[in-house]
């Protein structure tokens, strides 16, 4: 391509304090609708916001996560617009000195390298209400509905500096809405269910020539619904722009909307017609000043991130990256191994087992890892029984299912349902006799040099005694047989 | 004398000796507001069924004989700006009709808990921006000294409600002399204490960082007693100062000993009228003679404060007053509204008064890209000088002495088409608000039939002194009449 494309992002995330950033209403989702609500998130005359402190915690959790510098003064501040979701004429939010600036986040770049994203700031700001309308838009609506159960709910929203590191690529693009996603959900303070709103994000991308210094005017995608819509959306504006630029037209600085049956992006408003949100400081609120052992508190309480916890896997447990990588994907999976391990006997095949077995089970049920009883000490022995060969694979996964099912431990379920392994040689012996006289043309083919060929007898020998056989021990019996015929 | 006109301390003493009953107090205020308010309309709502019913219930705690705060079965007023749950409250606008606010200012729940009787809401210039009373969707409240003129603003009506016996006691708010103007209009006392001192909670913001709500007495015991109760610290405000709460009425003295007054040359210039600035003169000189020492003090950006007031209140106004968009409460317009921005267009356009609707627009232009720096900034850089005026005075100085108002009350229309000579009454009051000190407005005489005031300042948090200072003129000042 002739082109560089530069992509930054204004993500939205709702946190999941147990309380409204100004107000004590509960923060829900889903409850009927203005059931939490108080005069200070309706708007009501006289009303007064106080900082719920968890919030600013939150805010600067994800600051220090993404490696921000943390603002020691901050000042929250009024931004004006009328819409009737916004129930003061005014959004509480941060414009000079937010709580967190100048961070970065490393993704893996397309070049294959660690790429650090830089992040310009990050600040807290409260949600407007929900509007239900009638019709498509308030506009083509005979009447819209308010609900306020949102107003007031805090938001961090986390800005891309565009000169230092923007993604360079759609991928790029996808790779850092994960990794910010991944990380707001391993520090703990959102969920980040786009489809509940949780995880909102605006877009913007520009293109310059290759090599050239000086950027062409953006274009922003506002409101985008998935990750899906967000890369379609950038393949668009992609395309656009650098047809209008090869045309040797100008790129408009504006505002695009995305529409997600067409799949094109459409002007919504040009930089000219960008509203003026006449910011000052909120007079209602303090200037906030955060004491050094209020952030060092956080530094030291903040929980693992994804990248700690994928060197620790990949080092300390010598698992490959890219299993690490599938591993570490959700935190509580990452958990899991992590518990696992110390009572596992192989790593690597606890790794695969977790994500071949466990994983697809939970995905094919719809299931998560913290809403099965399994204990991780048991799912240990299991992957230790499967690697001592005293549980075929194929009995493991049936154990695994039971396992998943009653928090039962392996040697519990494999006594109880009669699958302990036949470890008796008179026994075991039985079916090697069987087997041998069933296929005399295998034992010949042994014998003539082709070892491999025990495996034939080995699976009839699974195959009759429904896969209970020690398997190394069958393999031995086999082995000392064909020697004495 | 009807029971109306005695202090609330006596008052408090007479119920207490199980002399007279609060349900007498009620009534002796609810006839005399039947006789005098729809002359002078002090108030917009009257809640007397509530005030006889919380009469009852001081009535009976006295006859168990339980412990009373000294507000029980007080009458007090409030402006009608502040928000009292299950009662209209208007801020003398349109824009507030129907509203009946779904909770309790921090300041009326202090009196309510003190056993206050609240007999109604009173008048006031539209979201407290004004200086005559003028400006009331609900018509102008009448000086009480002569219903021809204006009583001040924008607390007129609770001044008014006091002059007149309408009330014992009222509250109001003070954004650039909402309180202390009208107090002197009407011959009453009216103090603003330090911002901080009383939560904005419930208080309808017109501009944030200025309001303060003070209180109304016919002398300075009176005025202290309503702000014991109301001055409190508050959770709900974040701006509210963390202190305990004051007695300001238990520890009065006149006393004058060592006191130093700071007299600023800049607020004795050209503007004022000679025969105010006479009769304060005369109120100094007093304190003088009884053991006060006067110095003179500098406030040399004093000429600036009158602008950079209505920069701040009207950019902080503007924000503040958005709410008021006839979505969830309050007046709507309802004729040729053919979709969202007709509807905020039209409903603003006829609700809010043309003084609001003037104070937004200018607001908005204040704080717009482009004029930010030259306005808004520029006001609080300024705020900062005269706030380091105040501070520098008060390293020499107790308290400082100026007028309140440089004209006697005007008449009724006089000012409505020169906003600008309207805006100039808050002069000597404004300063307070931007460096957010307590001051104390209180009378010194008479010109023809109409009261002067005098203001005191006070440093931050030190309410006692200028009270300490205004109660012992009262008593010199009575005893040379
Ligand atoms: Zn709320």
Redesign the pocket.
Known sequence: MDYDVIIGFEIHAELKTAT?L????EVTYGAPQNT???????GQPGSLPVLNKKAVEFCVRAGLAMNCSINKYSLFARKNYFYPDLPKGYQISQYELPLCENGYIIINGDDGEAYPVGIKRIHLEEDAGKLVHSSQSISSSEYSLADYNR??IPLIEIVTDHTTNPMRSVKEARNYLEKIRQILRYIEVSDCTIEKGQFRCDVNISLKKKGSPSYGNRAEIKNMTSFKFISEALEYEIKRQSKLLKEGKKIEQETRLYNEEKKITLPMRSKEDAPDYRYFPDPDLIELELEKEFINEIRKTNPVLPDELLNLITEKYKVSQEDAYLLTRNKAVANFFTECAPHSDDNKKLARWIINNLLKHLEENSLTIESVKIKPKDFASLINLIVKGEVTDRVGKTVLEEMIASGKSPEVIIDAKGLKPIEDTKELNKFVDDAFSAHPEVVEQIQSGETKAINVLIGQVMRSSKGKANANKLRELILERIEKE | MELCDHSAAELGRKLRSKEISAKEIAGSVLKRIEEKDKQYNAFITLTDELALKQAEEVDKKISQNENLSPLAGIPVAIKDNICTKGIATTCGSKILEGYIPPYSSTAVQNLIDDGALIIGKTNLDQFGMGSSTENSHFGPTKNPHNPEYVPGGSSGGSATAVALGESVLAIGTDTGGSVRMPAAFCGVVGMKPTYGRISRYGVVAYASSLDQVGGFGRNVGDTALVLDSICSYDKNDSTSANLPKPNFYPSLKPDLKNLKIGLPKEYFVEGIDTRIKEKILAAVKLLEENGAEVHEVFLPHTKYAISTYYLIATAEASSNLARFDGVRFGYRAKEDVTDLTTMYEKTRSEGFGKEVIRRIMLGSYVLSAGYYDAYYLKAQKVRALIQHDLESAFEKVDCIITPVTPTLPFKIGEKNEDPLQMYLEDIFTVSLNLAGLPGISLNCGYVNEFPVGFQIIGKAFDETTILNTAYAYEQLHSNNK
């Not at chain 1, 939490?36 to 309706?42: E, F, G, Q, V, Y």
């Open positions: 409204k100004f107000c004590d209403c939490h609500i108080c005069p200070l998130c309706t107003s007031g």
